[in-house]
């Protein structure tokens, strides 16, 4: 069974640096995109970035390039999104998904259960 | 403003039909396949069509999607309160080189 498990929520101060995980299991990591997906609160869906953790190969929606940090780690399975400095307005819940296929233009098919990530002071 | 142009609410009765449309462009809806998710309150969300019209496994039929030049529909039949939830459409821009959703379409059933 596919499974994407994401880390816990996290309450920040602005200023502060973050990253959070997002774990696959049943099915082989290295074969599929993984990404990330922004919903801030009462609002909808935002494509992020994604990373083929095969080859580290990173994209990233020009609204997020530069402010986050997409990467990850083959050998136990896991992605990371990073902020380097947050601020109140990266407040939302982040989803973790995987691509459907091998094509980085794929559909999103698993999705993790989300990472409520808290920005204030 | 997203990208991609869906109607911010919709409404049926139980046992009806509805259709959710999705408007985009030549660079994304136009020359892209376009995906569906559903999300119930609270839960994260799910797929329910790709590649235009394909249901993954475990979707009913009651769930169609279609394709047609710019624009793409979601339709809904034998509707159930269980359907309400949140609708994106969701594509891939080659102008932008990412993906990109629409802004939502909430679904009632009266």
């Known amino acids: 069974e596919v499974q994407l498990v994401q880390s816990g929520s996290e309450v920040k101060k602005p200023g502060e640096s973050l990253k959070i995980s997002c774990k696959g299991s049943?099915?082989?990591?290295?074969?599929?995109?993984i990404g990330w997906v922004r919903q801030m609160p009462g609002k909808g869906l935002e494509w992020m970035g994604i990373?083929?953790?095969?080859?580290?190969?990173?994209r990233y929606s020009p609204s997020f390039q530069g402010q986050v940090t997409i990467s990850a780690d083959k050998s136990i399975s896991t992605a990371y999104l990073q902020w380097s400095s947050l601020k109140a307005s990266d407040t939302a819940i982040y989803y973790c998904?995987?691509?459907?296929?091998?094509?980085?233009?794929?559909?999103?098919?698993?999705w993790g259960q989300g990472t409520l990530v808290t920005v204030s002071s | 403003q997203s990208v991609l142009t869906q109607p911010p609410s919709v409404s049926a009765a139980p046992g009806q039909k509805v259709t959710i449309s999705c408007s985009g462009s030549?660079?994304?809806?136009?020359?892209?396949?376009v995906s569906w998710y559903q999300q119930l309150p609270g839960t994260a969300p799910k797929l329910l069509i790709y590649?235009?019209?394909k249901r993954p496994s475990g979707i009913p039929d009651r769930f169609s999607g279609s394709k047609s030049g710019t624009s793409a529909t979601l339709g809904i039949t034998g509707l159930r309160t269980g359907d309400e939830a949140d609708y994106y459409c969701?594509?891939?821009?080659?102008?932008?080189?990412?993906?990109?959703f629409g802004g939502g379409t909430k679904l009632t059933v009266l």
């Open positions: 049943g099915y082989s990591f290295t074969s599929y995109w």
């Open positions: 030549s660079s994304n809806i136009g020359n892209n396949y």
């Open positions: 969701g594509t891939w821009d080659s102008s932008l080189s990412a993906g990109v």
């Open positions: 990373i083929y953790p095969g080859d580290s190969d990173t």
């Open positions: 590649d235009n019209n």
């Open positions: 998904v995987r691509l459907g296929s091998s094509s980085l233009r794929a559909h999103f098919d698993y």
